[in-house]
């Protein structure tokens, strides 16, 4: 599969008319850099499976240094190929130790903050790149501007391009529905064609086809491509140097895109690989793979990451697969055959058709349904800027648009504030306090962890974020491989997150996905809607309300108590000890007499620790606070209470001043606490919170709003109900009063701005 591809990619870079002559020799050249990237990969990566070779992140700006050298030689065409096979090299001598620096500084993040939609502005630029040079190589013209498309409305050319267009067409279906079958479907290809050519021409059909342009000509260059016809392209006498400082703007541009995609493709190995990668270090082997394969007059290149984790799927983690790989391409390049002379053109552009069109199609059709709109619209803006003002310019328009687009879409998030911290939650369940201290004690102690995200998370600091993130999940030696095994469960609380992009999705994915190939399960709670909708279009969240699994996906709940609840559920039903401590049905009979809601007395109970035996039963504590309360049915949207607000009396958007005389209890249901305005921000409540108790106790108006979201039962408590209670029954005002003072320490425990 990479021989094909590589031929494909020499016609890329050397796309102008004055290389022409001398393709099956720069092609060689491109074989020879691949063989050195694959062997210095295998010798020093990490991963004995890689997969290295010239990579199409560099093509376009190896091709624009290309077109500038036969521009700057046009009328001197004979320095253009000796220029070029020497300046490319250099430039790929320095992208190495470019490379090498950032690894070695740990500067590899930084690589990171391009937007996704500018990284794929680009990408779909490349894929556009690919198939506009694998249709040229089908016909066997050149083809470097958008009106170079007429060329194929000639009847002959039309007739050269269909079969390639066709095959990398049946090339992308193939690799989409049935990946496995493509290497079969790349041998099959080229076979049918010489079985089709020797039926229709008879004798003499490889000379008849190359007369009809179905195959590469001979030029007096390929009578013999081997070692010394490679050898003879390097005249130094002929070089341009006075070219090389125009190439530099071109170069800084190819540094920080290569750095950037092949940190990306170390992530995706990664990903896939469900272990973390050191990118910085992996970074310095790329670029020690460049610095050699410049001094051997080669091109940029990188892992491949397809290549790679199909190395890994299929447990092939030997050494000498690589070895194997760069052998044979050693072999190629030494053969004095001309490769393209006796190939079917169109099957070389069909493999840089099949290319670019599945690039074209990931990012300009895909992503339609993954990005936001504006990211969506910067994305194509980024892709039409490079074709009108080229690779850089286009690049740093994109970078622009998407800063002005974040600056206006958000607003500026305080600077001191933490993206992502670790924090301590518990559920708000009402349990009883053996199950507390159970929880406590195994749940709790490094089992279920909740890390809370501040603010904005977008293409500056995602990638940090993700950092912090896996450190939990792969701790790293020094904390041990005990303490990652112990941790099942990570709740993400996205409470006091404003906004995120596909960045910050994507990020999360990649996070989710290594989380569950370690065997944790992410949960999430506190969505905003902007929030929730990015990551439901970044393919990051699961249905609401589902069971945890190591799907790839969040599980996400309406709120952290409930998704801190399901795990210490599962943690209670996991461990034979604690089975027990479960609510056991038949205590809860008595519930579906008063419409499934619990009672006060309950609650009381669950709280303080007092023996399950009592829950449920007729009479006792119920009976005594029956005579203290009231219990009221709210409706969802109805509120309990309302926020204080100064504003014009009697308007209904305010509530009076007053001090609050009363609290709740919420006996069934689902109640939202929140600030006027703030709604998406608030705390969901669920059966067994205390509402309402501070400003109570306090004496003062009411200090946020008490919506009801599921229909609720509650139980009203006012200020004359705790006094009869204290004179009549002073035992059970005890209990009460601990128990209320129990539920706000809780509240207070759990709170978000702590």
Not at 164 to 191: C, F
Not at 389 to 412: L, P, Q, S
Not at 539 to 553: A, I, M, Q, S
């Amino acid at each position: 599969m990479c021989l094909p591809v590589l031929y494909g990619y020499t016609s890329i870079v050397y796309r102008d008319e004055v290389y022409a002559p001398f393709l099956p020799s720069l092609s060689k050249l491109m074989i020879l850099s691949s063989a050195i990237h694959q062997l210095t990969l295998t010798l020093f990566s990490t991963m004995p499976f890689s997969i290295g070779q010239v990579q199409d992140a560099g093509l376009l700006f190896l091709s624009s240094m290309s077109s500038t050298i036969s521009q700057e030689t046009s009328e001197t065409p004979y320095e253009a190929v000796p220029t070029a096979v020497v300046l490319l090299p250099v430039f790929t001598i320095m992208t190495g130790f470019a490379l090498i620096t950032i690894g070695r500084l740990r500067l590899a993040s930084t690589v990171a903050y391009i937007p996704n939609s500018v990284v794929g502005g680009y990408l779909a630029f490349i894929g556009y790149f690919c198939l506009q040079a694998g249709v040229a190589l089908c016909i066997s013209r050149p083809m470097s501007t958008i009106a170079s498309w007429k060329e194929v409305l000639d009847e002959d050319a039309f007739t050269l391009a269909l079969p390639g267009v066709l095959a990398g067409g049946g090339m992308l279906m193939v690799s989409r529905k049935k990946t496995e079958w493509l290497p079969h479907i790349m041998v099959a290809v080229p076979a049918l064609f010489f079985v089709l050519i020797y039926g229709w021409y008879g004798e003499g059909a490889i000379d008849k086809a190359r007369d009809d342009k179905w195959i590469g000509s001979k030029s007096d260059s390929s009578s013999d491509t081997g070692l010394s016809s490679v050898l003879s392209l390097f005249d130094m006498s002929l070089v341009r140097w006075d070219i090389f400082p125009m190439l530099i703007p071109c170069w800084v541009g190819m540094v920080f895109v290569i750095s950037f995609s092949s940190s990306l493709d170390v992530a995706a190995i990664s990903m896939d690989m469900g272990q973390p990668l050191n990118t910085d270090k992996e970074l310095e082997v790329i670029g020690l793979a460049n610095v050699i394969s410049g001094i051997s007059g080669g091109y940029t290149g990188s892992y491949i990451f397809s290549q790679t984790i199909f190395q890994y799927r299929t447990m092939l983690h030997s050494r000498w697969v690589g070895f194997v790989i760069a052998f044979l391409e050693l072999c190629v390049f030494a053969a004095k055959v001309d490769v393209l002379s006796y190939s079917p053109l169109f099957f070389f552009g069909a493999t840089l058709i099949f290319i670019g069109l599945d690039l074209l199609l990931e990012w300009l059709i895909e992503s339609r349904g993954k990005l936001m709109d504006e990211e969506y619209y910067i994305l194509v803006l980024t892709f039409l800027a490079i074709q009108a003002v080229g690779i850089d310019a286009g690049i740093i328009v994109g970078v622009v648009m998407a800063v002005v687009e974040f600056v206006v879409t958000n607003r500026v998030y305080s600077e001191g504030k933490k993206y992502v911290r670790r924090i301590e939650r518990r559920s708000r369940k009402v349990r009883p306090m053996e199950a507390w201290k159970e929880l406590q004690k195994g749940c709790y102690k490094g089992q279920v962890v909740t890390f809370e995200l501040r603010g904005e998370l977008f293409f500056g600091n995602c990638e940090r974020v993700r950092k912090i993130l896996e450190e939990a999940v792969s701790p790293g030696p020094g904390s041990g491989e005990q303490q990652r095994r112990a941790i099942k469960h990570i709740v993400l609380d996205f409470h006091t997150t404003t906004t995120c992009d596909s960045s910050a999705s994507s990020s999360l994915k990649q996070f989710v996905v290594m989380a569950n190939k370690n065997g944790v399960k992410v949960l999430g709670a506190g969505f905003t809607s902007r929030v929730r909708y990015v990551l439901n279009k970044g393919g990051v969240l699961g249905e609401e309300g589902t069971r945890p699994n190591l799907g790839g996906k969040i599980a996400w709940f309406v709120s952290v108590s409930k998704a801190l609840e399901h795990c210490e559920d599962g943690y209670l039903s996991e461990n034979r000890e604690s089975k027990h401590l479960l609510p056991p049905a038949k205590s809860w009979e008595n519930l579906k007499k008063q419409g499934g809601g619990e009672t006060w007395g309950n609650i009381v109970k669950r709280l303080l620790g007092l023996p399950d035996a009592e829950v449920g039963q007729e009479g006792g504590l119920d009976e005594v606070l029956n005579k203290y309360h009231e219990v009221i049915e709210f409706g969802a949207g109805q509120s309990i209470f309302r926020q204080f607000q100064a504003g014009p009396e009697g308007y209904d958007g305010y509530s009076d001043a007053s001090i609050s005389e009363s609290f709740y209890v919420i006996l069934k249901g689902q109640v939202l606490s929140s600030s006027w305005g703030d709604e998406e921000q608030g705390t969901y409540l669920d059966k067994g919170a205390v509402v309402g108790y501070v400003d109570f106790l306090l004496e003062r108006p009411r200090s946020f709003n008490a919506v009801v979201v599921e229909n609720a039962k509650v139980a009203k408590i006012t200020r004359d109900d705790m006094q009869k209670m204290r004179e009549t029954d002073g035992a059970v005002f005890s209990m009460v009063e601990r128990c209320v003072l129990l539920a706000s320490i809780l509240e207070l425990a759990n709170s978000t701005e702590c």
